[in-house]
């Protein structure tokens, strides 16, 4: 579990110099975690933990946030207590921090107020770290060949940034440029393929899903025929990001890890190729058919990351397990339905959105429509918040660790949302 440099790993291509760091000193013994099973200050029972959850403090997010906090800081390795606490202790919560934007409708219509929405604010913001992994992650795309001709554009939207603040417990620019790698990689699937660019034909969009995923889950070709798959690859930025990330994700992540993302990015493709059939026959889904759309292409292939990052390895029995996944794929959801809210200033009238879609489904007003789409992520957020403080009370260490990282996520990618120039300028 514990953070590991990036200072004893070789050199990635294209990652530009390593500043140095010094290293940290040296923590206190680690704490002595009690026996599976057993009731203690970092395990309590399952029934305290749902009391404090259900008559704790008001405000947005911080009954998780104590749940989480004993649970974290026992957790914490040596060296890492500071780290910890402030994933543990995240502060304000809920209404705190920049002011939603007002979304302008079509028409010439009043502005749409955005709700507040209920989700912990950021953790941590660190600017002078944001923009190294900032500048470091464009000038990858530079060396890669993705958003050619879009890099200040790019730049402004500091992807950067999102993954400084998404993963408060890791300081190191390596490990969150490793990730920021991964996601940008994901959105140039979309900013490539499915929005925007020259290459959006969604009838071709299947096949170059195919192609991806022989990149990511590397294809094994007689090889006469490989050589041919790896002229494409050299043709198509898109597939060498992807080639190029997971490469530098191996050297932090685990092959398990690796697996892990592997899964969570095919099941985004089966979205993203769901999208693509709305689009070829001009066919606005339903808000059921959506919402099961935004459970497959949401943020998780990027939250799956939490504990690479993090330089640790939430066990295989507690990935797996049904109430721990339900909680991660609703967080992930909740994290994308705050997407489509931020996001509809800068699509058009006629994308294929959650609130565009309850407004046309139910015949209201916009207004109405986004009220809507904020209490179901409300909803799903209740979930989440329900079921890791039960889960905190009676998982491992790493987790209530990875579980204090979800929550943490959630809160910098709302920052993020509500301070981008992606969503912002709409630029």
């Known amino acids: 579990m514990t953070r590991t440099s990036g200072a004893g790993l070789p050199p990635w291509p294209g990652s530009g110099p390593q500043p140095a760091r010094p290293p940290a000193p040296p923590g206190p013994p680690a704490p002595a975690v009690p026996a599976a099973g057993a009731p203690g200050p970092s395990q309590p029972s399952p029934g305290a933990a749902l009391g404090r959850l259900l008559s704790g403090p008001t405000g947005l997010g911080t009954a998780a946030a104590r749940a989480f906090r004993s649970a974290a800081l026992s957790a914490a390795p040596p060296g890492e207590g500071a780290a910890a606490r402030a994933v543990a202790e995240p502060g304000r919560t809920g209404d705190g921090g920049p002011p939603a934007p007002r ?70 620019p390596d490990r969150l440029l490793a990730a920021a790698r991964c996601g940008l990689s994901e959105w140039s699937v979309d900013d490539h393929w499915v929005d925007e660019g020259e290459e959006t034909e969604p009838e071709l969009l299947g096949s170059r899903l195919a192609m991806t995923h022989a990149v990511i889950d590397p294809v094994r070709l007689p090889a006469r025929y490989l050589a041919q798959f790896e002229e494409l690859v050299a043709r198509q930025p898109v597939l060498r990001a992807f080639r190029s990330s997971l490469g530098h994700l191996s050297q932090i992540a685990s092959t398990t890890q690796m697996a892990r993302l592997r899964h969570e990015l095919a099941v985004m493709f089966v979205g993203y190729g769901q999208e693509a059939e709305w689009r070829t026959n001009g ?24 504990d690479p990052v993090g330089g640790y390895e939430l066990p295989a029995h507690e990935f797996a397990d049904p109430t721990v996944r339900r909680t991660y794929l609703y967080a992930g959801m909740a994290n994308v339905l705050l997407n489509d809210v931020y996001s509809m200033a800068k699509e058009d009238p006629g994308d294929t959105n959650l609130p565009n879609l309850i407004a046309a489904e139910d015949g209201c007003s916009l207004q109405e429509a986004v009220d809507r789409t904020a209490a179901i992520h409300d909803e799903l957020m209740h979930t989440v918040e329900a079921d890791c403080a039960v889960l905190a009370a009676t998982g491992s260490p790493q987790l209530r660790r990875y579980l204090a990282g979800l929550w943490a996520w959630m809160g910098g990618s709302k920052e993020w949302h509500a301070t981008s120039a992606r969503y912002q300028n709409q630029s």
């Open 283 to 306: 066919r606005r889904p339903a808000v059921w058919e959506y919402l099961l759309h935004r459970y497959e292409n949401a943020f998780y292939p990027c939250m799956v990351l939490i």
């Open 103 to 172: 979304v302008p409708p079509p028409g010439g219509e009043p502005a749409v107020r955005t709700p507040a929405l209920y989700c912990p604010d950021a953790v941590r913001d660190d600017p002078a770290l944001g923009e190294e992994v900032n500048d470091r992650l464009v000038e990858w795309a530079e060396e890669i060949g993705i958003f050619s001709g879009r890099l200040e554009r790019l730049r402004s939207h500091q992807f950067g940034r999102l993954f400084m603040l998404a993963h408060p417990d890791c300081d190191d």
